[in-house]
Each structure stands twice: as structure tokens, then as C-alpha cells.
């Protein structure tokens, strides 16, 4: 908790840095937008979900190589929601080490989006057992 205390000051001191006219570095800029994605990312989440997935699921928001990535974690099996190709569509994807397995597609405007992830995640843990 400490270091989100502490990431808050130092976003809050840039803030008034910035509210007074002086200009951010090219780093700071950069992670200013690496922050937007995420947090977007996190807000769409957190609407398709709701409240008491995305805390049964443990649901972080990480910046990934591969850019902003939601994590997953449904009884110690690991997985990433990530924005598809085309920019209307999420893939969800099943977590092996470093290796990553496709296992939906869901569009970012489909109803049912949860109950999507869901019945991706029984498939590719429960329905093993």
C-alpha cells in the first residue's frame, strides 16, 4: 500500500508541476499515456464485469510488452484480456509461464461479455477436471 501512496504523491506532484506551467519530460509524457491506456483499459474492465468479478477474478491492470493487459487469476490459473487487432474486439488468453494460448474473442460491445469470460475460463480449467 505503501507504493501506491507513493505513485499517488508523485502523479499528484507532477500535477501541480504541470498546473504551473512546467513542461513534463519526454519520460513522464510517455508514462502519462502508458497511464491513460491503463486506466481506460481498467474502466472498460470494470463495466463489463462489474464489481464482484473483477474481485472474485483478483483483476489487475498491467502494462505488458505487448502493451496494456488485464490479468486474471481463477483458482491459480493464470490469464490476460488484451484489446484484438482490431480495435473493437478483446481477446482473452490462457497464461502458461510466458507462453499465452487464445482461448475467445469477444467483441467489446457483445451484452454478454462477462458471461463470455466466464464460460472461457470454465472451458479451459474446470471442464478439464
Known amino acids: 500500500m505503501e507504493q501506491d501512496l507513493q505513485e499517488l504523491i508523485r502523479d499528484a506532484r507532477k500535477e501541480l508541476r ?3 506551467g512546467v513542461p513534463l519530460t519526454e519520460d513522464e509524457e510517455s508514462e502519462d499515456r502508458r ?3 491503463l486506466d481506460k483499459l481498467e474502466g ?3 463495466l463489463k464485469l462489474g464489481v464482484r468479478l473483477t474481485i472474485l477474478l483478483n483483476v489487475k ?5 505487448k502493451g496494456p493487459a488485464v490479468t486474471l487469476d481463477a483458482d491459480g490459473h493464470a490469464f490476460h484480456v488484451r484489446k484484438g487487432n ?3 474486439s478483446y481477446l482473452l488468453l490462457s497464461v502458461d509461464g510466458d ?3 487464445e482461448i ?3 467483441e467489446a460491445s457483445d451484452p454478454i461479455f462477462a458471461s463470455r469470460v466466464l464460460m472461457a475460463i470454465d472451458e479451459a480449467v474446470y471442464s478439464k477436471e
Not at 61 to 65: L, P
Open 18 to 20: 504541470k498546473a504551473s
Open 35 to 37: 497511464k491513460a491506456a
Open 104 to 106: 475467445a474473442t469477444i
Open 44 to 46: 472498460f474492465i470494470l
Open 86 to 88: 482490431d480495435n473493437r
Open 61 to 65: 491492470v498491467v502494462w505488458s510488452e
Open 99 to 101: 507462453k499465452e494460448r
